[in-house]
């Protein structure tokens, strides 16, 4: 059997906020367990991409983010070039079109609305119940802190809003405050692994604006099968294999999704999830499905 040539497209370290060194690591071990399935792999960079007047791979993994590299991606893949995760997920997980899929998907989440950053009205907020508000840039990813914000009141949540219009950022998500225990998770939809874990317990300082509004871990019980099997189905409902997040379980032990990634650090998971993330690349870069 030829060997599968398999290009490697790597995301730009703008794009990997307080994670730069383990967002390489994830990729790189994830190329190593590649080649040790016997496959030839071929790195480069998303500038390097974008560069390329042809791409001679048929078979792409890749973490990208950036919008052209992202649009380049799905003209391969409309053309039969197979890339994991697809590109058409990685754009399905932009903050806004992540709100509307998963809210017709009926995946349970913290109450969200999409709005216009010079949006001034109270409608929205009238809507939302609970203390305080989640304002997320809603055209991309965060990349600043500032892309996801916490207001405590309605005027504290304009402000932002204003801010961000002067960013030209053209849409926000305003989302509910939830109370409760907050989890991350990482994921390998088709495979059994699923890893969560408390942040806080961590020092993840990604979170400690979270812990100082919510306050620390109670460690309500909950079913991780359950997680696992909303987690994998959120997944599925945008279209990505490799995948990340973060949850809050309240005190009756039920869980709502209030972030969903494609291709995360898997950061404390790495050593366990690379295997994983290869025997998934593997087998739908061999099966071509």
């Known amino acids: 059997?030829?060997?599968?040539?398999?290009?490697?497209?790597?995301?730009?370290?703008?794009?990997?906020?307080?994670?730069?060194?383990?967002?390489?690591?994830?990729?790189?071990?994830?190329?190593?367990?590649?080649?040790?399935?016997?496959?030839?792999?071929?790195?480069?960079?998303?500038?390097?991409?974008?560069?390329?007047?042809?791409?001679?791979?048929?078979?792409?993994?890749?973490?990208?983010?950036?919008?052209?590299?992202?649009?380049?991606?799905?003209?391969l893949e409309k053309n039969?070039?197979?890339?994991?995760?697809?590109?058409?997920?990685?754009?399905?997980?932009?903050?806004?079109?992540?709100?509307?899929?998963?809210?017709?998907a009926n995946i349970p989440v913290a109450d969200s609305y999409i709005v216009p950053t010079d949006y001034q009205g109270d409608e929205v907020f009238d809507k939302i119940k609970g203390k305080g508000y989640?304002?997320?840039?809603?055209?991309?990813?965060?990349?600043?802190?500032?892309?996801?914000?916490?207001?405590?009141?309605?005027?504290?949540?304009?402000?932002?809003?204003?801010?961000?219009?002067?960013?030209?950022?053209p849409d926000a998500v305003i989302s509910q405050h939830l109370i409760g225990d907050l989890v991350k998770f990482y994921g390998v939809r088709g495979t059994d692994f699923f890893?969560?874990?408390?942040?806080?317990?961590?020092?993840?300082?990604?979170?400690?604006?979270?812990?100082?509004?919510?306050?620390?871990?109670?460690?309500?019980?909950?079913s991780a099968e359950g997680l696992q099997n909303t987690a994998n189905e959120a997944a599925g409902v945008v279209g990505i294999d490799i995948y990340g997040g973060d949850a809050i379980i309240g005190k009756d032990g039920d869980f709502r999704i209030i972030d969903l990634n494609d291709w995360p650090s898997f950061a404390p998971c790495r050593d366990q999830a690379a295997g994983k993330i290869a025997g998934r690349l593997y087998e739908r870069f061999l099966n071509n499905n």
């Open 1 to 75: 059997m030829n060997e599968l040539e398999i290009l490697g497209v790597h995301r730009n370290k703008k794009f990997s906020p307080n994670h730069i060194g383990n967002d390489d690591a994830i990729f790189t071990q994830t190329a190593k367990e590649l080649e040790k399935l016997g496959c030839r792999i071929t790195i480069c960079c998303e500038d390097e991409f974008l560069a390329m007047e042809t791409v001679n791979y048929s078979k792409i993994f890749t973490m990208a983010r950036q919008k052209q590299v992202v649009a380049k991606l799905q003209e």
């Open 80 to 104: 039969g070039t197979q890339i994991l995760n697809s590109a058409f997920g990685i754009e399905n997980c932009f903050r806004t079109n992540l709100t509307n899929a998963l809210n017709n």
């Open 134 to 169: 989640w304002i997320k840039r809603g055209d991309f990813h965060a990349i600043h802190k500032e892309d996801v914000s916490f207001a405590a009141s309605r005027e504290e949540a304009k402000e932002i809003l204003r801010e961000y219009a002067l960013r030209e950022i």
């Open 195 to 222: 890893f969560w874990f408390y942040p806080y317990d961590n020092n993840h300082h990604k979170y400690a604006e979270y812990q100082q509004i919510n306050g620390n871990s109670v460690y309500y019980p909950f």
